[in-house]
């Protein structure tokens, strides 16, 4: 997403507050010294340019040049005052917008700096004339400060300029007009989740609270295996996530939060549905605890989730050398067991919810995975609770409704409380927990052929990278299972298992389910192999349980390889829960250019069978593993089609897409392929559009584009300018256009002679592409609107006759320019008197899609740029189509186009007001 893009987003979202006929006329933001330096006004404006900050021009400015912008918004425009250094640093962010009015003096102009003071002063009072009610924001939002007082406002040094006599305002601020507080008005849309703040949301809050989660598995580690249990400090393992959202929520000091961190062992964990009402908790963990619940919170966001871990293995490993059978503590397999069912009815509930948006069947879900479990093994006295709750970015807690997708991050969790032990008679064991975090995005998909609109959901998973199972074993146990095995595992010949072939670290096991994966080292031997985990008891493998292994690498060099392993049904109890599966499938992942891999293909490969291809559950499985394992992939990079979904979201309000062009953004499908059905190369008509701005030469361009047509090229031309309705004042006629295209294209199919057929329309000065675009793409016949193809659209563009004053564009200037609907621009005045410079970087802002081509007067000569006008694909691109959208997001399910339509100023009108 540009600057742009996200500028234009969270503009666009204050405007719709303004149309409300309770909401302020205009809302006011004065930076730096003109407001005495306003917290809450640098709020608003880093929220309405993010990162502008930190861009790399503001490093080479001061913060006083910087300061120095006041914003005006309203509900159908925005006024901006600048000066010409900080108005580079803003271009990116405000190139654009609609209905843009920018007051900034010109470089020569600003070095007066009595001049550009009274100016900053005059363009203030403008921007406000004929508001009567001021919306200033006055309270940063969610933190309770004094009441407003208005007259605190006339402290400020712009507001006391404002009543001077020179400028003719009226009198003091806060007498002319109303003054309020805006800063609940504002709360609401600071707290959205838009793709801006989803993308903080996981560059900085996600990353953050997963590097402390790492911490707290790192301190257990430690803990456990050097002390004995009995003396183990639960607070010492705790410390990674409390100091982080402690430290984290100083600077949010009197929010509320409703969820909180914290870590229970043993029994206690039935605490953690209650937590926050001090009791009795232990201070250490005890020796006989088998698990802990664990819940972390992010500091002023909304993500959160919980697990449980344990202290004592799941399975029993598979007998070695003189050691018997290690049986798994019954109560633990039980603990397991529920747990892994938590994780299933969470998955589920987020499935169900994001189809159905109801919380209520979302739970039924979740409920009808674990309730059969408790049934079977006759656990009445045994508590479920389910939890789906949605947060704002804030993470403050919202009124969820079903049916309704909000702009918010669900919470979804399962509670197994009060579970009985198996082995001591009326002794209760405590509780398993789980949780995630998950947004949805949702779309409206119209089909092209039924008409019918459908939503369309996208899930993303935001905590699905935290892991779900760890196994800290104790110092007593450590010593036990693991020390001899280890060196038994790596030494020499053993009539058991047979000499040592290969041993390798950084290797990945995983199950069928996904994140079900675990890190360690790898041992082979001609009798089986064995994993030791970072974490956990060794998984022992004997060749005799073994169906089948099998080697798949891709075909490629340099690509994950993973050991494909059928096991025989009686593995299962050998291997941990989070690894069974009904067909017994376990993979066994290399990195390429590992120590491991290299040892693989050295030692191992020549007696194994390779796999040409993978079944489609072990594909799956794989390019799970893929994108888990290689290149360390972002939640953002492994979810390529829910941010094309957010992003489309936002910018199309509830507006519809058509089915095959989101086929297109989402990548499905390529661009070629989406838009019409195929046509024979001498039924195809292509349609060039070319316009301008007043005084632009368009016509001049338009002939040089027609004189290089090739001999097996027939043109056509429709001057629209030549279809001017001087009685109404309406300089295009769609109705004309129409039959004009009609005319073209049955001449052109009753005609044989090889030749293929090329429509120019020349527009009238800034005509509405968008409308052109629709009465092409929408015309009445349908055998006519599948022959014609749109290929490019060219505006002309004189740098002298852009500018009404200062830094005031021509009326419709950015959208007649919009990315997206605009292939190339014709710079055609390269004169020293034309700002030249300016202009054509105001032009890559406005629209950076667009070739420019500088040619004076509109003479096109080079063949290269000639080219470039005549392509036949470059409209129907994926990143024009997508930007189409994101400017005119209505542009497919608006209402019906009129039959004519007029420019947004008189072209005389504008001409005579051009001036530099």
């Not at 790596?490 to 298992?497: A, F, N, P, Q, V």
């Not at 290399?590 to 030692?603: D, E, G, M, S």
């Not at 994101?886 to 019906?896: A, V, Y």
Request: aromatic share 8%; glycine share 6%.
């Amino acid at each position: 997403m540009t600057p742009f893009d996200a500028t234009r987003l969270r503009v666009s979202a204050i405007q719709a507050l303004l149309c409300s006929q309770t909401a302020p006329d205009a809302l006011v933001c004065i930076l730096g010294l003109d407001s005495r330096y306003s917290s809450e006004a640098e709020e608003l404006f880093c929220f309405l340019f993010p990162s502008i900050r930190k861009a790399e021009p503001s490093a080479q400015l001061d913060d006083d040049i910087i300061d120095d912008v006041v914003i005006a918004i309203k509900s159908d425009s925005i006024h901006i005052y600048c000066n010409p250094l900080n108005y580079r640093l803003l271009l990116p962010y405000i190139c654009g917008l609609s209905g843009l009015i920018v007051h900034c003096l010109s470089d020569i102009e600003y070095e007066d700096c009595d001049f550009a003071e009274e100016f900053k002063i005059n363009s203030f009072v403008r921007m406000l004339q004929g508001c009567n009610e001021i919306g200033i924001p006055h309270r940063v939002a969610n933190h309770h400060g004094t009441h407003f007082d208005k007259f605190d406002i006339e402290k400020w040094p712009l507001i006391q300029a404002y009543a001077m006599d020179d400028f003719r305002s009226g009198g003091f601020f806060t007498l002319v007009h109303h003054v309020v507080d805006c800063s609940s008005l504002l709360s609401s849309i600071y707290g959205q989740l838009d793709p801006i703040s989803m993308k903080k949301l996981l560059s900085t809050d996600m990353v953050q609270l997963a590097q402390h989660w790492q911490a707290m598995c790192s301190v257990i580690s430690t803990e456990t295996k050097g002390k004995p249990m009995g003396k183990v400090l639960i607070s010492r393992l705790f410390e990674p996530l409390s100091t982080y959202y402690d430290y984290g929520m100083i600077k949010y000091a009197g929010m509320h939060r409703v969820k909180k961190p914290f870590l229970l062992c043993g029994s206690d964990t039935r605490g953690c549905i209650s937590y926050g009402e001090k009791g009795d908790v232990r201070t250490h963990i005890s020796p006989d605890c088998l698990h802990m619940v664990v819940q972390a919170v992010s500091p002023g966001a909304p993500l959160s989730c919980s697990r449980t871990y344990f202290f004592v293995p799941d399975f029993s490993p598979d007998s070695v050398a003189d050691h018997a059978d290690i049986e798994c503590n019954e109560d633990a397999r039980l603990l397991s067991d529920l747990y892994n069912r938590t994780i299933s009815a969470v998955n589920l509930a987020m499935e169900v919810f994001s189809s159905s948006l109801s919380s209520q069947q979302a739970e039924q879900a979740a409920l009808s995975c674990i309730k059969p479990l408790l049934v079977e093994r006759n656990f009445s006295q045994v508590n479920i609770q389910f939890s789906l709750e949605a947060y704002d970015c804030l993470g403050c807690l919202l009124e969820t409704k079903d049916g309704e997708n909000q702009s918010a991050v669900n919470v979804a969790g399962v509670i197994i409380s009060d579970i009985p032990s198996l082995l001591e008679r009326g002794s209760n064991l405590g509780a398993v927990m789980y949780s995630d975090c998950f947004v949805l995005s949702t779309v409206v998909v119209l089909n092209e052929e039924t008409g019918k609109k459908e939503d369309k959901t996208e899930m993303v998973n935001l905590t699905a990278n935290i892991p779900q199972f760890r196994c800290f074993l104790a110092a007593e146990a450590a010593r036990v299972y693991c020390g001899s095995d280890r060196a038994w595992l790596l030494s020499g010949e053993d009539k058991c298992w047979g000499p040592l072939l290969m041993h390798g670290k950084q290797v990945t096991l995983a199950g069928t389910a996904r994140n079900s994966y675990m890190s360690g080292e790898l041992v082979v031997r001609t009798g089986g192999i064995a994993f030791l985990p970072e974490f956990g008891l060794p998984v022992k493998i004997p060749k005799a349980k073994m169906r089948a292994m099998e080697l798949y690498d891709g075909d490629k060099a340099n690509e994950l390889a993973v050991l494909v392993i059928t096991a025989t049904p009686c593995i299962v109890a050998n291997i941990p829960l989070s690894l069974r599966n009904e067909n017994n499938l376990l993979f066994i992942a290399f990195r390429p250019k590992t120590n491991a891999y290299r040892a693989l293909f050295n030692q191992v490969a020549s007696t194994t069978h390779k796999l040409a291809s993978l079944s489609t559950q072990q594909q799956e499985v794989y390019d799970h593993l893929v994108d888990c394992l290689l290149g360390a992939k972002s939640v953002q990079e492994a979810n390529p089609r829910f941010f094309s979904s957010l992003n489309l979201n936002w910018h199309l309000h509830r507006n519809p897409i058509l089915s095959c062009h989101l086929d297109v953004i989402m990548g499905s499908i390529s661009s070629e392929k989406s838009f019409r059905k195929p046509l024979k190369t001498h039924e195809k008509v292509l349609v060039t559009i070319v316009t301008g701005i007043p005084a632009s030469n368009k016509e001049t361009v338009a002939k040089c584009i027609v004189e290089f047509s090739s001999e097996n090229t027939r043109w056509v031309v429709y001057s629209g300018t030549k279809h001017v309705l001087p009685s109404t004042g309406l300089h295009f006629s769609i109705k004309k256009c129409q039959d004009f295209l009609t005319s073209a294209v049955r001449s052109h199919h009753s005609t044989i002679d090889g030749k293929a057929l090329q429509v120019l329309l020349l527009l009238p000065d800034l005509t509405d592409i968008c409308t052109v675009v629709r009465t092409i793409e929408g015309h009445p016949e349908p055998a006519v609107a599948a022959a014609l193809a749109i290929g490019s659209v060219t505006t002309a563009v004189d740098p002298a006759a852009t500018f009404l004053c200062n830094r005031v564009v021509v009326p419709s200037f950015p959208e007649v320019l919009a990315s997206g609907w605009v292939n190339v621009i014709v710079i055609t005045n390269t004169s020293a008197t034309a700002p030249v410079k300016l202009v054509s970087r105001l032009l890559h802002e406005i629209c950076p899609l667009a070739s420019q081509i500088f040619a004076d007067g509109g003479r096109l000569s080079e063949s290269k740029d000639l080219d470039v006008i005549l392509s036949e694909a470059v409209f129907s691109e994926t990143c024009n189509l997508q930007a189409r959208y994101f400017s005119r997001p209505d542009w497919r399910g608006g209402s019906r186009i009129s039959a004519d339509i007029g420019q947004a100023a008189e072209t005389g009108v504008i001409s005579a007001s051009i001036h530099w």
